[in-house]
């Protein structure tokens, strides 16, 4: 399998919560199945949109 796997999260280690919706995330986890390596690229918060009543926290 070539190319890498974007994993929207709640934080920037390999360990942080999976988000099941793209507005709330504050990184995507890109997963590389060849080598198994595991890189955070932040979301910056102008892009993400708050969800009723709910907003990511702020790291």
């Keep these: 399998m070539e190319g890498k796997v974007a994993i929207t999260a709640l934080g920037s ?3 942080a919560l999976f988000s099941p919706h793209f507005a709330i995330a504050s ?11 595991v890189t ?4 910056p918060p102008a892009i993400c949109v708050p969800v009723a009543g709910w907003q990511r926290p702020i790291s």
């Design 13 to 15: 280690d390999g360990e």
């Design 27 to 37: 990184h995507f986890l890109l997963y590389d199945p060849a080598t198994g390596e």
């Design 40 to 43: 955070a690229v932040e979301i």
